[in-house]
């Protein structure tokens, strides 16, 4: 459903609830009226412990994210765009500052990043996505390389993707806050999984190791949430 269906839908069943804000919800999205929402995190700040400390988590949600958050609601108020879906706003990210793009991309990127992490994840994925991860990469083992030196080459702050391009599965890496649902990357497409490698990401636990916390991430991947976006 996009935003303008939903809130049509929300005004026939209001009748009862004028006061409440229409809330537009998505795995990797929360719009409550025309505010971006973090999503809940949904396990506790320690919960992917020994993998990701808890101060990490701690301050990455509640500083970092927050920070993208509010400074995104901002700078979309100010261009009027507050509010809409962010797929729409990224499709056109060039027409807009960069404010709008980094704090937005950081506002999206971490709501999937917590998505796509579980207390109860690692292990491998199974069904569709298995196979096209084998088909595409040959194993899953060979597609676990080649993730993790993408996520151990990007140079400086950014992130490692798997992403769905043109109904086929693709490593990508993008800088800052860029993302590939964005027109300004080069390398477009649906994001299912992504691993932060900013130094706040890991830098308290792991230092400079960054491949220490690219192998520890395989630990917290939530398959199951990954093959849900696979299928849509
Ligand atoms: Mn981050």
Same mark, same amino acid.
């Given at each position: *459903?996009?935003?303008?269906?939903?809130?049509?839908?929300?005004? @026939?069943?209001?009748?009862?609830? !004028?006061?409440?804000? $229409?809330?537009?919800?998505?795995?990797?999205?929360?719009?409550?009226?025309?505010?971006?929402?973090?999503?809940?995190?949904?396990?506790?700040?320690?919960?992917?412990?020994? #993998?990701?400390?808890? &101060?990490? *988590?701690?301050?990455? #949600?509640?500083?970092?994210?927050?920070?993208?958050?509010?400074?995104?609601?901002?700078?979309?108020? /100010?261009?009027?765009?507050?509010?809409? $879906?962010?797929? /729409?706003?990224?499709?056109?990210?060039?027409?807009?500052?960069?404010? !709008?793009? +980094?704090?937005?991309?950081?506002?999206? +990127?971490?709501?999937?990043?917590?998505?796509? *992490?579980? $207390?109860?994840?690692?292990?491998? $994925?199974?069904?569709?996505?298995?196979?096209?991860?084998?088909?595409?990469?040959?194993?899953?083992?060979? @597609? &676990?390389?080649?993730?993790? &030196?993408?996520?151990?080459?990007?140079?400086?702050?950014?992130?490692?993707?798997?992403?769905?391009?043109?109904?086929?599965?693709? !490593?990508?890496?993008?800088?800052?806050?860029? +993302?590939?649902? *964005?027109?300004?990357?080069? /390398?477009?497409? #649906?994001?299912?999984?992504?691993?932060?490698?900013?130094?706040?990401?890991?830098?308290?636990? #792991?230092?400079?190791?960054?491949?220490?916390?690219?192998?520890? @991430?395989?630990?917290?991947?939530?398959?199951?949430?990954?093959?849900?976006?696979?299928?849509?």
């Amino acid at each position: *459903m996009n935003k303008r269906t939903f809130l049509k839908t929300s005004l @026939f069943a209001g009748a009862g609830a !004028i006061l409440a804000a $229409p809330v537009f919800s998505r795995s990797e999205e929360r719009i409550v009226g025309d505010e971006f929402m973090q999503k809940p995190l949904g396990y506790e700040y320690d919960a992917l412990e020994p #993998y990701i400390d808890a &101060k990490t *988590m701690e301050l990455h #949600y509640s500083k970092h994210h927050a920070g993208y958050t509010a400074k995104f609601n901002a700078a979309a108020k /100010e261009a009027g765009i507050n509010g809409l $879906p962010v797929r /729409e706003i990224f499709a056109n990210v060039s027409k807009y500052s960069s404010a !709008i793009r +980094n704090n937005g991309g950081g506002y999206y +990127n971490h709501n999937l990043f917590w998505k796509v *992490m579980s $207390p109860d994840g690692g292990g491998q $994925p199974d069904g569709e996505l298995m196979g096209a991860i084998e088909k595409e990469f040959g194993s899953f083992e060979s @597609f &676990k390389e080649q993730f993790s &030196k993408a996520a151990a080459t990007v140079f400086g702050s950014g992130w490692a993707w798997l992403i769905l391009q043109d109904g086929k599965l693709k !490593i990508t890496q993008t800088s800052n806050q860029d +993302n590939p649902l *964005m027109d300004i990357c080069a /390398e477009k497409g #649906y994001p299912l999984l992504t691993i932060d490698v900013w130094e706040h990401a890991y830098y308290l636990n #792991y230092q400079n190791m960054r491949t220490d916390y690219i192998t520890a @991430f395989w630990n917290v991947v939530n398959w199951e949430e990954v093959g849900k976006r696979f299928k849509k």
